[in-house]
């Protein structure tokens, strides 16, 4: 799928609009907890505008990997992710940094999403007969369930479900106080980012709440592409565009546009 911007700018891709929103959402000297595709384009794109002093956590063991343009790593456990990284440890020990609280942000995806940002990675359909057999959690219920996450989702009305199949990593549970009641005191989903707006979970129904579409886009092409009926913000914004600076970055990683799309 190819975009557009309302403005004089270059056509780009889904994979391209998703990674400038994504590396938008970072901040210089964070930790994040990345997988490859998407939040890795992003995590780079973000390092060569605003956040040089960004570490890159990899769920394979490596902290702070070196990124060659033309070379992205297809996996986290690919072993070019290690060339020139800060340090390679364990999975039990990176996932460990987790639980100790280091993590600023972790990135997700998955195959179902619900009102309250629950996401399903494992089945769909019923679970005693499941019509898909899904890749299932990898670190993706830890860095829900212990660190402030952001999910990234192609926006589709099979995507977003009012409840999904199964709760693979959890979001806000049941909305309200779900979450911490069930014992999950750290972290949340602090954004929903997809190909059409951007969704928070605003305290205290903690609901997905449209707070930004992107360019070209209208409320009725998010609700179009719903499962259910979202809330919307009374502050709704409009993104902006990708720059021609955040285009080129990308394109210079992935000159043959293996991952960013035509």
Do not use: W
Request: hydrophobic fraction near 35%.
């Amino acid at each position: 799928m190819t975009m557009h911007s309302q403005t004089e700018m270059p056509a780009y891709s889904t994979t391209e609009l998703l990674s400038v929103m994504c590396a938008r959402a970072m901040s210089d000297e964070q930790i994040i907890f990345a997988g490859v595709g998407v939040p890795l384009l992003g995590a780079t794109v973000a390092q060569q505008m605003h956040a040089p002093s960004l570490t890159i956590l990899f769920e394979g063991g490596i902290i702070g990997p070196f990124i060659r343009p033309g070379r992205l790593p297809s996996s986290t456990n690919e072993m070019r992710t290690a060339e020139k990284a800060n340090m390679l440890l364990s999975p039990t020990d990176v996932l460990a940094l987790l639980q100790r609280g280091y993590v600023d942000i972790g990135f997700i995806g998955g195959a179902q999403i619900d009102q309250f940002a629950n996401v399903n990675s494992s089945y769909i359909g019923p679970y005693s007969a499941p019509k898909t057999r899904l890749p299932g959690t990898g670190g993706g219920n830890d860095i829900a369930s212990l660190s402030d996450t952001i999910i990234i989702m192609p926006h589709t009305k099979q995507r977003f479900v009012e409840k999904v199949d199964f709760i693979t990593s959890p979001g806000y549970c049941d909305g309200g106080t779900s979450r911490r009641d069930s014992g999950l005191i750290a972290g949340g989903v602090k954004s929903v980012i997809t190909n059409l707006c951007t969704f928070e979970c605003n305290a205290p129904e903690n609901v997905l709440t449209v707070t930004a579409l992107n360019p070209g886009v209208s409320c009725k092409d998010v609700l179009d592409n719903m499962g259910f009926r979202p809330e919307f913000s009374d502050n709704l914004t409009q993104n902006a565009p990708p720059t021609e600076e955040e285009l080129n970055i990308l394109r210079r990683l992935d000159p043959e546009k293996i991952y960013i799309g035509k």
